[in-house]
């Protein structure tokens, strides 16, 4: 490289640290944000660190603390009672044709029984009128999604207690114990004895969306039909389309009350059917009143009462009032 150039190039170098002076020196005046560093993040669970119990049902049966007493409806402030309070009626879905529990009366028109005394003693503790109840007539299927939808304010209509159905909607406490047993015809070779294990080969109904279907299906040899009620199935067996039907032992008591060529036979109950009131699953303060309802039903006999208007006569006389389970 010769002398000249290396003189160039010395004094290109000099020229650039000047200027790059210079250009810090113009740039004083700017302010910078001090950097946060970030926040130190929550430490991860290790494997060390177990994750909390998924919830789980262990009781069917355990509904929500009863209210220590009924409150005046001036007291009430929870949101879903006041929906209800200021509509000045409670909406329930019922069964029409559920004979004893909630059927309609062929010459009167209304519907009875004893799920609709409870719906309307629910009534009478909110309001102090026993007819401030507006009864719509549902299906079995229909059960949960008007509650979830919040269609319907409650359910009275012989609906079991389950943990799957906990999933879905709460309960008030059990109001009535029921089991699974087989109404059949009369003309079957000993009708009044057989099982469902008994019906091999034998087309037996029961309606959608109830447990009685569910275990129906888990039991090896029956042809399973299915109706949307039990006056469906009742209508099947009539017509030569169905030769049993399995339920609630109330149902079919109710069905064989209907038709003399049936008959509930004598075996004992499959399972235990605990009824409960269904209400929408965010509903717990109606769930608590509710209880209070019933156990105070249960402590003044007007659950006896109702119990023997319409059951003495095909079940006996009153059993002692199911024990309800509370703390959930």
């Known amino acids: 490289m010769s002398t000249i150039t290396r003189a160039l190039r010395r004094r290109l170098v000099a020229l650039v640290a000047v200027a790059g002076v210079g250009v810090l020196a113009g740039c004083s005046g700017v302010t910078y944000a001090e950097t946060q560093l970030p926040a130190s993040a929550a430490p991860k669970p290790t494997s060390s660190t177990p994750a909390a119990p998924a919830p789980t049902c262990s009781n069917a049966t355990q509904s929500y603390d009863p209210l220590p007493s009924l409150p005046s409806r001036g007291d009430i402030t929870d949101a879903s009672m006041r929906r209800i309070i200021d509509k000045g009626f409670i909406t329930v879905g019922v069964s029409a044709d559920t004979y004893l529990f909630g059927a309609r009366n062929a010459f009167t028109g209304g519907i009875e029984g004893f799920d609709i005394d409870m719906a309307r003693a629910v009534a009478k503790a909110i309001f102090g009128d026993s007819s401030k109840v507006q009864l719509r007539v549902i299906t079995a299927d ?66 959608t969306g109830t447990t009685s279907l569910a275990k ?46 049936t008959v509930v036979t004598s075996a004992k109950a499959i399972t235990v059917e605990p009824y409960g009131l269904g209400v929408n699953k965010s509903d717990v303060y109606l769930a608590r009143y509710l209880n209070r309802v019933i156990a105070d039903l249960e402590a003044d006999g007007e659950w006896k009462a109702i119990y023997n208007r319409w059951l003495a006569a095909p079940l006996g006389p009153a059993p002692a009032p199911p024990t309800p389970v509370y703390g959930r």
């Open 142 to 207: 229909d059960r949960k999604p008007l509650l979830k939808n919040r269609e319907i304010d409650m359910v009275a209509r012989n609906m079991s207690m389950t943990c799957d159905r906990w999933n879905d909607i709460g309960f008030s406490a059990e109001y009535y114990r029921s089991g699974q047993k087989v109404l059949v015809s009369k003309a079957l070779p000993g009708a009044k004895d057989l099982t469902l294990a008994d019906l091999k080969g034998k087309r037996v109904c029961a309606p």
């Open 216 to 261: 129906l299906q888990q039991v090896k040899g029956p042809v399973v039909v299915t109706a949307g009620t039990h006056t469906g199935c009742l209508v099947l067996l009539q017509q030569g389309k169905a030769d049993a039907i399995t339920g609630d032992d109330t149902v079919l008591a109710g069905l064989a009350a209907q038709d003399p060529n």
